[in-house]
């Protein structure tokens, strides 16, 4: 996997819990320009093991002077972004995957609805910078629970089609209203809280709209869970699984060859057959198909987790 | 300029030709003596000097003479090159990304000079020099793709990522082994990939698919296929099945050596950074059997894979009905020696 070594050059306080980070190549030298809604792995070294969290990019696409990111400090995690908020400052090095993209635009769109919950703002700063260079008729909307934990004001655009909705000011978010009489060939995307993805499609559904027309930020952070042991097939090593670290980050540190790109469950990249299973696989990747969690005979070693007496992989 | 580029023709007269280093340098798909399909992806570029490996977009002795060839099927048949309205962007991520590679990896044929988004272009070996503005398609006399692959070997397919799945949504497609843009524009990977036997069983189809949905910005890959053409015609287009598919009636004991070629297509994968699409080139090289037996580990081992194919596979990709002839001919250059390992010839 190809890596970028950057400086930190900027980090602001943009909300009590969420923190803005820039990142430039210390030579000066051009970054890799993306598309709107790409994210970045960073890589967060933590003793022998490294961490990497993906982070939704926020900067615009085609200026290759710097990547910025947001991140939301989350106490009860397992610890990415807590790191992010309290080791990495302003001169820092920081290493960090190329851009790639799993929430990408359908340019095919008339138009573009792109509703944020909270954090779940971050893909559209970049998407809706895009949609401006392409002159493409959107409209954003922004739901948070108060103003204080609204970070993404301080990054979006005033404009009339940009609207932010505070629920404790008693603006709550109408999907209803905003889903409605949209023109026929309009996509919506939606990130943020579970509920507000099932939400939107619920009401997608209601309305009739093409299930293509409907788009959700797939990846979320791997969830913390109880240990666990594995078995490497080729090795018979086993290795151990910490509460707070995900199987793949436990297989990296232990040094076993495993490919990944999102670490998020998303991509597909770190896919690994289950030779033998004694227990559940407790499946939290958007990869595998129904059938195939209910087989017990794959796993998505970057998000999921087990509970039982022998899990075996074949690598 | 280093290149010297022939002068010849993929048509009429046929006055196709590869010289020694050609020859020397062609990409020979088979790394040993039997075949079957599977998901040969290796990453792209890298290999030894002076292979077709070496280099982000190869450009060799024939580039001149194709871009002539492409010139006249256009010409005759505008539909083989196709941008729904959504592919632009992804046209000039292509533009860019050929370009750039090109004028870094052959400084003596092509330069770019960029300023902002104020392009200069120079071509050499076509004489083009052109001053545009990337990313506004009125500064070129087509759009970005058609643009670029008029100046580019190989055809070019560019893939929109929607659905977890790719949808060939443009493409220009002037040398292809028997299938049609105009066919499969719109399509999504398992559909245009339906008339392949045996792949979809096997689950190439579908591995091939999770890995090129995962393949990431600055990670390029690349595979090998072939087919087998009788005359040395880039374009095998169903289009133009009449023109080309008699020719095979042609070939005998006396001739096959001369008129029977192998036919290489070097696919390469790259993500591209604006669009998020995919570019996916495919170049194909041309290469006779008299020519591909001048070495002798390449000529046992072509033997060995066509004597040995999958029926369904020779039926395919359309060589059946002169297969024995051409294994007759090949058997020749077989003493039952073993071979090597890998594609590179013996030193
Ligand atoms: C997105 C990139 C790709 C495009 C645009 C593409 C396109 C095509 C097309 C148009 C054909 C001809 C089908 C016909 O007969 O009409 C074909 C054949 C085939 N493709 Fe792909 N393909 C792609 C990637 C791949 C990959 C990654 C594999 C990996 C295994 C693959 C395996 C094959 C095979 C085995 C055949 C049959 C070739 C032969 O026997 O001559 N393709 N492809
Ligand atoms: S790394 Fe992307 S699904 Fe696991």
Known sequence: MKKLCLKVTAVEQLSPLVKRFRFEDPTGATLPVFSGGAHLTVEMPEGDTIRRNSYSLISDPYDGSAYEIAVRREDRGRGGSLYMHTKVSEGDDITVSLPSNLFQLDLRARKHVLIGGGIGITPFLSQLRQLDMEQKPYELHYAARSREEAAGIKLLPQAAHIHVHISEEGSRMDLGAILDGQPLGTHVYTCGPDGLITAVADQTARLGWPKAAVHSEAFTAPPPGEPFDVVVKSSGKTVHVKADQSLLEALEAAKVDIDYSCRGGACGRCHTKVTACDGRILHNDHWLSDDERAAQQDIMPCMSRFKGTRLELDL | ?347
Request: with cysteine.
């Open chain 2, 1 to 347: 300029m280093t290149m010297q580029f022939n002068d010849e023709t993929f048509r009429g007269d046929y006055t196709y030709h590869n010289s020694p280093e050609a020859i020397r340098r062609f990409p020979f798909p088979f790394d040993q003596d039997s075949y079957m399909y599977s998901v040969n992806i290796e990453q792209h570029p890298g290999g030894p000097k002076d292979t077709p490996f070496e280099k982000m977009f190869d450009v060799d002795e024939h580039y001149v003479a194709e871009m002539k060839d492409r010139e006249i099927t256009l010409a005759e048949d505008p539909l083989r090159c196709q941008s729904l309205p959504h592919m632009e962007l992804a046209g000039w991520d292509l533009l860019e990304l050929i370009m750039v590679s090109k004028a870094r990896d052959y400084p003596d044929l092509f330069t770019l000079h960029r300023d902002g988004n104020d392009w200069h272009w120079i071509n050499k070996p076509l004489g083009i020099e052109k001053k545009f503005t990337f990313l506004d398609a009125t500064t070129l006399p087509c759009g970005p793709m058609e643009y670029i692959t008029r100046q580019t070997q190989g055809d070019f397919a560019l893939l929109h990522e929607r659905d977890n799945n790719l949808w060939m949504d443009a493409g220009m497609i002037t040398s292809q082994a028997d299938w049609s843009l105009d066919f499969d524009v719109g399509m999504n990977f398992f559909e245009w990939h339906a008339p392949v036997p045996k792949a979809r069983k096997m689950g190439v189809f579908d591995k091939a698919l999770k890995f090129l949905l995962a393949v990431g910005q600055g990670q390029h890959y690349r595979r090998l296929n072939w087919t087998m053409t009788v005359n040395p015609r880039l374009d095998t287009s169903p289009e133009n099945y009449h023109k080309w598919g008699p020719e095979k009636r042609t070939i005998t004991p006396e001739n096959v050596g001369q008129k029977q070629f192998l036919r290489v297509e070097l696919q390469t994968f790259f993500r591209l950074p604006r669009s998020n699409a995919l570019a996916f080139p495919i170049r194909c090289y041309l290469m006779n059997l008299e020519d591909i037996a001048s070495n002798p580990k390449w000529g046992r081992r072509l033997h060995r894979v066509l004597r040995d194919i999958d029926p369904a596979l020779a039926e395919y990709k359309g060589f059946a009905v002169n297969q024995k002839i051409i294994v007759d001919y090949l058997s020749q250059f077989d003493d039952g020696a073993p071979t090597s390992p890998g594609i590179f010839p013996d030193a």
